[in-house]
């Protein structure tokens, strides 16, 4: 244990934010922090990281302990350098380069094995600590979070806002602190960049605490979850797929245990309303009483399983081709990309890419918000387009809830617009208040209100996760899924899309790529998949059965050549050719998590077939 909180409670005034929470780290866990927005999980991190006080509650921390916050993460000088700012983090092997370099001087005159001992030992920390690489090792994260090797040259005032940002979380990253707190790392990051966070955080050497509403992120990164709903804190082992399941285990037994508590209740109740006013009864009665009133009571499941729940409903049915684009150039001052596309109906396209290539101009488009450079689309017959904006422009602020609503859809009645609100959570006194005092998840949820009354056959959705808190997202996924429209949509969550995507289209370097497959079939092409997918589409053969024996010899010698090569990879590292040169390190980093990658798919396939060969 390096970090634990015993009975730590929060407060804003007289609103309890948590109570009597525990909470601890171990050694290297990966652990996650879930819960509703609002529910306290920023909250908990700050006081993890010391920038606020509990009220109540005892914190215990190994002596020495380094907390990294991306909060505390700041610059103190706008006119700094990004390189001398980066290579703050590494001011320990500075140092110890340093003493290497007095000890090489001293070993020309004094080759004393006292002299020559202590070299060895300094060179053998240095090279344990990363002193080889750190260089590449700031290349390699500086430039995956989207930066130019030219940048480090720029003063940190010459950046803006959200590159500051980035830039702070560069630095955090190689920190390497003994605690690495996250909140919300995934944000505005493209799939590639998340992806290979995903790997960087996994393969982290010591503990890392994240808030994230990325389930996929959460998936496979997490191996304990903590929820705090409620202001109670519940502890899971294993990651969020496996929080689910034990969670809704968890749920039927209390929803079992709270129907058997009230009905024992009911009955006890009726004995004491039975016996209270007979006096050689009476004494019964009242041990009756005190006995419910010790009672510890089973909470109603019911109150904790509130969300937004809606139905999307096409008005009119639409022609069968919804959309045509042909040449579309986008862009703005110059060209992003060329679109050809085709779209029918019924089809769910994820737009999907690194972040300035095109998606959201390619959405703005189509919706004529900016106008293209050439090229043209067109919609098909009775085709009536629903369209979501990740900025949430469209609304007037100085509305309240009631009003944003109703002026569009002044043929309904205040009840039936109060029904469709209720549908979002926008109940009582909700609905009066101005649309400027709501937070981003609400926006978003007022925005797909209006979505819902317009019963578009045709859905254009740009980020239409982003805000929404966990349950949020499940709640948009459970609703679209049921959706018989066709849907367009950009997203850089992987989970959202793997649920409701059935076909891919890529916008990068300038072209847009359209790949008629879900996004597990997209991102999981491995060769042992393409070969079954020749054989499967040129020569069907249903009947024959499947040699898993065979597939698993095949999957096992793939594994082994695999890790061979990641060894080989491995041990580049240590090659001059390559710590050295940032660039060919960057390579070569990518080239192993592409590997580790590819190894943990194949083996997920050999269990797979393995269990199947259980079975057969």
């Known amino acids: 244990m390096i970090y634990q909180i015993h009975n730590g409670t929060k407060m804003y005034g007289a609103n309890t934010i948590f109570e009597n929470i525990q909470f601890e780290i171990k050694n290297t866990e990966k652990i996650a922090l879930v819960g509703r927005n609002g529910c306290g999980k920023t909250t908990l991190l700050k006081a993890i990281a010391g920038v606020e006080e509990l009220e109540r509650g005892e914190i215990h921390k190994m002596n020495g302990i380094r907390i990294g916050y991306l909060a505390q993460t700041t610059f103190e000088h706008d006119e700094a350098l990004v390189k001398e700012e980066l290579e703050a983090a590494f001011s320990h092997l500075k140092e110890m380069e340093r003493e290497l370099a007095k000890l090489t001087a001293k070993m020309a ?3 004393s094995e006292e002299v020559l001992n202590a070299y060895a030992r300094l060179q053998q920390r240095f090279e344990e600590a990363g002193g080889y690489i750190y260089e590449s090792e700031m290349m390699n994260v500086f430039t995956r979070f989207g930066f130019q090797e030219s940048d480090l040259t720029r003063t940190i005032g010459s950046f803006s806002g959200g590159q500051k940002t980035r830039l702070a979380f560069v630095k955090l990253l190689l920190s390497k602190p003994d605690i690495l707190l996250l909140d919300e790392p995934t944000n505005h990051l493209d799939i590639d960049t998340i992806e290979w966070l995903e790997g960087y955080v996994k393969r982290y050497p010591k503990a890392v605490v994240m808030v994230s509403h990325d389930r996929m992120f959460l998936d496979d990164v997490a191996d304990v979850v903590y929820e705090l709903e409620y202001g109670v804190m519940r502890r899971y082992p294993g990651n969020y797929t496996h929080y689910i399941h034990t969670k809704k285990s968890d749920l039927e037994q209390q929803k079992s245990a709270y129907a058997r508590q009230q009905k024992e209740i009911q009955r006890m109740e009726e004995l004491i309303e039975k016996f209270r006013y007979k006096k050689n009864k009476a004494a019964f009665a009242q041990s009756k009483i005190k006995y419910l009133d010790r009672m510890g009571r089973v909470e109603d499941p019911k109150k904790e399983a509130r969300s937004f729940h809606a139905r999307f409903e096409p008005r009119v049915r639409g022609g069968k081709r919804v959309l045509e684009v042909a040449d579309l150039v986008i862009g703005y001052d110059q060209p992003l990309c060329t679109v050809n596309l085709e779209i029918m109906q019924k089809q769910r396209i994820a737009i999907i890419g690194p972040n300035g290539k095109g998606k959201s101009t390619f959405v703005k488009t189509l919706m004529k918000s900016i ?17 979501f904006d990740q900025e949430l422009a469209q609304f007037d602020t100085t509305k309240t809830v009631l009003e944003e609503v109703w002026d569009d859809f002044s043929d309904l009645t ?3 617009v109060r029904t469709a609100l209720g549908c979002f959570l926008f109940s009582g006194e909700d609905v009066f208040k101005t649309v400027d005092c709501l937070s981003g998840g609400e926006k978003v949820r007022l925005s797909l209100v209006k979505l819902m009354l317009s019963h578009p056959n045709f859905l254009i959705m740009d980020e239409p996760t982003n805000h929404l808190d966990l349950a949020g997202k499940e709640a948009l996924e459970a609703s679209l899924q049921d959706y018989e429209g066709t849907m367009l949509f950009v997203s850089h969550d992987r989970y959202f899309i793997s649920k409701l995507a059935t ?3 890529v916008i990068d370097e300038g072209k847009a790529t359209y790949y008629p497959l879900t996004y597990a079939e997209y991102s999981n092409k491995t060769p042992i998949e393409t070969e079954t997918k020749e054989i499967e589409t040129t020569k069907p053969k249903p009947t024959k059965p499947i040699n898993y024996a065979s597939k698993i010899k095949k999957l096992e010698a793939m594994i082994a050549k695999k890790e061979e ?3 080989a990879l491995r ?7 390559y710590y050295h040169d940032y660039q060919k390190m960057n390579e070569l980093d990518s080239r192993i998590d592409d590997i580790h990658n590819e190894i943990e798919h194949l083996m997920t396939q050999w269990e797979e077939y393995s269990e199947q060969q259980e079975r057969s």
């Open 414 to 416: 205040q009840s039936e």
């Open 371 to 387: 106008p293209a450079l050439s090229g043209s689309f067109l919609l098909g017959h009775q085709i009536e387009v629903g369209y």
């Open 571 to 577: 041990e580049l590292r240590f090659e001059p050719e």
């Open 109 to 111: 005159e004094d080759h």
């Open 503 to 505: 076909a891919i289209l």
């Open 565 to 567: 090569e990641l060894e």
